[in-house]
């Protein structure tokens, strides 16, 4: 099979577009630029998630097809919690909550994999955010520097759009950027997620973003109710991991991120 034949995807993403494969599977085929280390990467990922229990979509081989890399996966039947909070707004407080229980759940699995450290995957976006000043750079890594690492799995992009709600329960997708670290440092790169949604054109309904905001805080509410200790600490790194999604490169939201990221300062020593 070629790329010619595959068809229309049943979801385009960032970094790839998902097909329909063999019953049973879909393809995810990666966008240029992904190298083949990062792909094979996302599959070690995903097979030792899957390993520890975690509701994730089982992967299979890596391939290439018309000078793509693609991945098959297990075919998940359902909408998006993205999906369905856009046509069931008034059930975003269900949603939320179960965001919240679904990442706490991940943070509490042992997984036997090699892992990389959440430490240094934020301190290299950092580095490589060319809109972020220099002088406001040296504040992040230093307050980077500041903040506890934790031992948790962290997901790393964990947003609405990444769960997919079927009739045997909710499936994580996308662990591209999973790490070994900081528990909140996860809260709040989902936090940063749904609050440049909010702040930028990403979603241009003035409802929707009344509910993506709300979302969010009903969300973090319930995260925090499970962890009630990290509120001060969630604070610090809010605007870190602002900082290190400008390495992102999206426009839309880049001055908005910029602006977080200047509130960047160091954690006190207890």
């Not at 008034?90 to 939320?96: C, I, K, T």
């Not at 890594?141 to 769960?163: K, R, V, W």
């Not at 054109?201 to 109710?225: E, G, I, S």
Request: aromatic content about 8%; charged content about 20%; glycine content about 6%.
């Amino acid at each position: 099979m070629n790329a010619h034949s595959l068809g229309q995807p049943l979801a385009r993403g960032r970094t790839a577009n998902v097909y329909a494969w063999e019953a049973g599977l879909v393809l995810k085929l990666f966008h240029d630029g992904f190298d083949r280390a990062s792909i094979e990467y996302e599959a070690h990922i995903a097979r030792a998630v899957h390993a520890c229990g975690l509701p994730v979509p089982v992967v299979g081989d890596l391939i290439h097809i018309n000078g793509h890399v693609g991945l098959i996966y297990e075919r998940v039947e359902g909408p998006s919690m993205l999906d369905l909070l856009q046509h069931n707004p008034w059930r975003l407080f269900e949603y939320a909550k179960r965001l919240a229980q679904l990442q706490a759940q991940m943070h509490t699995a042992r997984v036997q994999a090699d892992l990389p450290a959440q430490r240094q995957k934020l301190e290299s976006k950092i580095r490589w955010a060319a809109a972020l000043p220099a002088n406001a750079q040296t504040v992040a890594l230093a307050a980077l520097a500041s903040m506890p690492e934790g031992d948790q799995l962290c997901h790393g992009d964990l947003h609405p759009a990444n769960i997919l709600v079927t009739a045997q329960g909710e499936v994580i997708i996308d662990w591209m950027d999973a790490s070994r670290g900081n528990a909140l440092a996860d809260v709040a790169r989902t936090t940063i997620i749904l609050l440049g949604a909010v702040q930028s054109d990403q979603l241009p309904n003035p409802v929707m973003k009344m509910v993506a905001r709300v979302f969010q805080q009903a969300y973090l509410w319930a995260y925090l109710h499970l962890y009630s200790q990290g509120r001060e600490e969630f604070q610090y790194w809010l605007p870190i991991v602002a900082a290190a999604r400008l390495s992102e490169n999206i426009p839309e939201v880049e001055r908005w991120l910029v602006a977080q990221a200047l509130r960047c300062k160091l954690r006190p020593r207890i």
